[in-house]
């Protein structure tokens, strides 16, 4: 397919969506095309793109579709490379022919608008259902016991959900059913399910806006989305029972804990382990540290390529300016947390075989 065709394709896919690409983004040495991932786009059209054209002359377009429809357009090759953060099932990396790379790492999580309420603690447990419709009040006593010292109203809870197949959805929805055998068995994880309860919005910015304009209103929305809607952000309790807050140094932690890649897999950090000391031990080690602030919804967000891309050598070059450390440490303005070097390794083998 000729460039110029690239470009219309994804122009109509996306303006199919609500979203423009602009027309002088195609001007350039070379041109590619992506869309995906909202929770990854402020990355992309904020640093990697401008930052890859600054430094070649290549431009990068990328629209903020939904990791569904990201990983829809690279199957159907009318984009160059797709974005999502929830990891290829085998059904879908068969029919794409694709490989994924973990390319940024940041975390999705609870914000809320309760007028006076300025801080709220939350459980895995707890929104699971508040999402099954089985908390439905504010002053729940399973919520005040979370909240001592809080004075939580007699006002119903309006929970909000991503309308869209989302990797936002896959992170949570896989958080809850670790905290919840009820969500487990009636709902699951995916990156779109069949929710109980609550009211559907499309990207993190239509989360975004309901939460900001409901009263009663708590959603799941990816980190930045929440800071740059001047959202207020729930802690939520990890395994260790701390409340922690998407931090960048608590989303590392959570990264942390994960030592081995396997090139081209899942590397899911969502809910990690607490392994309490032994008796009468009173020195955490090094790993239990970590565990006791790890963000438990701390995700990967992927790039997704096909094996053989037509552009093969600009994706390359892209993908491996991408994942530099110069590239990755200008994610934190944008609550993005600099990729391990263990996975950065991994990245740069697939990079390669491309």
């Known amino acids: 397919m000729k460039r110029t065709h690239v470009i219309r394709a994804v122009a109509v896919a996306a303006a199919a969506v609500g979203i423009a690409i602009p027309a002088s983004s195609a001007i350039g040495a070379g041109t590619l095309n992506g869309a995906g991932s909202t929770l990854v786009q402020p990355l992309v059209q904020k640093v990697f793109g401008p930052d890859f ?106 929970p909000v959900f991503r309308s869209d197949a989302s990797g936002d959805t896959y992170a949570f929805t896989n958080f809850l059913q670790h905290a919840s055998p009820a969500w487990k068995s009636k709902v699951g994880a995916s990156t779109q399910v069949n929710w109980p ?32 809607n001047g959202l207020v952000e729930a802690s939520v309790q990890n395994n260790a029972g701390k409340f922690v807050y998407p931090y960048i140094q608590d989303i590392e932690a959570a990264a942390a804990l994960v030592t081995k890649v396997k090139a081209n897999s899942e590397i899911s950090i969502v809910n990690p382990a607490w392994t309490p000391p032994k008796k009468g031990v009173k020195t955490l080690t090094a790993t239990q540290k970590l565990q006791q602030v790890a963000y438990p919804i701390a995700t990967y967000t992927y790039v997704i390529v096909p094996a053989q891309p037509k552009q093969a050598d600009l994706l390359k070059q892209f993908l491996t300016f991408a994942v530099t450390s110069a590239e990755q440490a200008k994610g934190n303005p944008l609550v993005f947390a600099p990729i391990p070097k263990q996975v950065v390794a991994v990245d740069t083998q697939t990079i390669n075989s491309l």
Request: aromatic share 6%; charged share 10%.
């Open 53 to 158: 054209q600054s430094s070649t002359g290549n431009a990068v377009n990328y629209a903020g579709v939904g990791s569904g429809a990201g990983v829809s357009a690279i199957t159907n090759k009318t984009v160059d490379f797709g974005a999502s953060d929830a990891p290829l099932a085998s059904s879908q990396a068969t029919a794409c022919g694709c490989d994924e790379i973990a390319w940024a790492l940041s975390a999705t999580g609870p914000a809320f608008h309760i007028s006076g309420v300025k801080s709220l603690n939350v459980s895995g447990a707890v929104l699971a259902n508040i999402y099954l419709g089985t908390v439905t009040m504010w002053n729940d006593p399973s919520i005040r016991a979370l909240n001592k010292g809080t004075t939580l109203p007699a006002e119903k809870i309006v």
């Open 197 to 228: 309860n609550g009211t559907g919005a499309k990207g993190n910015s239509g989360v975004a806006a309901i939460i900001s304009s409901t009263e009663g209103a708590i959603g799941y929305v990816s980190t930045f989305y929440v800071r740059a």
